[in-house]
């Protein structure tokens, strides 16, 4: 009976992934998150595109999506189905029957696994850590997989050995691997120094109009500018106009 159980579970797991909230808000908007940007339906991408509040929407979406069937397997079945729900949840986001197994990168769904898999306060300081560190270096792509290896690590040491533990350690690198795997274009990127940089400072000040004393600051500057270069032309025709002039009154004497 158990054997069923899980399979429900994994069944389940996996149509739940399938479901991409990136499309979803891109598409509330009469619009393609794939056409954008690295065309990857993720949360980098929504920020680069739509900015930073539907970014964290995708992202706290994408976290409760990878951490609900984990939660229930964990409380429902134990160790293993907790396990084996979070892959099943992360493969259905990256590989969607729905979207033909096209689908994201399934780093927010590891996330949401990665909640229930470690305990609560070391998730916060690795998030925090792997945040902040994309703050400071807008670089997305190095916090993104420096949180699926850290976490990974993490994890391999608090598997429990009983309770079909080496199931749990097969799913977790599987996982893993393959979220690396489907980054393989970032990290080539990032050794030829071509990554796509996420200014996520940016983006939030856009969002909450906190560069708009820049902007006008900057307006004012343009305008200034624009008038110097007026008067500028004005003093080289007025100079032009003279010196004409003086030409023809120089001939006309003559």
């Not at 940007?37 to 992202?59: D, E, Q, V, W």
């Not at 134990?78 to 969607?96: K, R, S």
Request: proline fraction near 2%; include cysteine.
């Amino acid at each position: 009976m158990k054997i069923l159980y899980l399979c429900i579970l994994t069944l389940g797991s996996y149509l739940l992934g399938n479901i991409n909230f990136a499309k979803i808000i891109s598409h509330s908007k009469n619009d393609d998150i794939t056409q954008h940007g690295s065309g990857n339906p993720g949360t980098l991408n929504m920020l680069r595109t739509y900015g930073f509040k539907l970014a964290i929407l995708n992202l706290l979406l994408e976290i409760c999506k990878g951490a609900i069937p984990t939660l229930i397997g964990k409380l429902w079945l134990g160790q293993e189905a907790m396990y084996l729900a979070g892959t099943a949840v992360i493969l259905g986001h990256i590989f969607p029957v729905f979207y033909k197994f096209k689908g994201g990168k399934g780093v927010a769904a590891f996330a949401g696994f990665s909640l229930i898999a470690l305990p609560w306060w070391v998730f916060l300081i690795v998030f925090a850590a792997c945040f902040i560190f994309v703050v400071i270096t807008s670089i997305g792509s190095v916090g993104t997989l420096g949180f699926v290896l850290i976490s990974t690590i993490i994890q391999l040491f608090l598997i429990q050995p009983a309770s079909y533990g080496w199931i749990c350690y097969i799913l977790l690198l599987l996982v893993a691997s393959i979220i690396l795997y489907v980054h393989r274009g970032n990290i080539k990127r990032l050794f030829a120094g071509k990554e796509n940089p996420t200014n996520i400072r940016k983006a939030f000040k856009q969002d909450f109009h906190l560069d708009k004393k820049d902007s006008n600051e900057n307006e004012s500057f343009e305008k200034q500018d624009n008038e110097t270069k007026v008067e500028i032309l004005n003093v080289k025709k007025s100079q032009d106009d003279s010196n004409s002039q003086d030409t023809s009154s120089g001939t006309e004497r003559q």
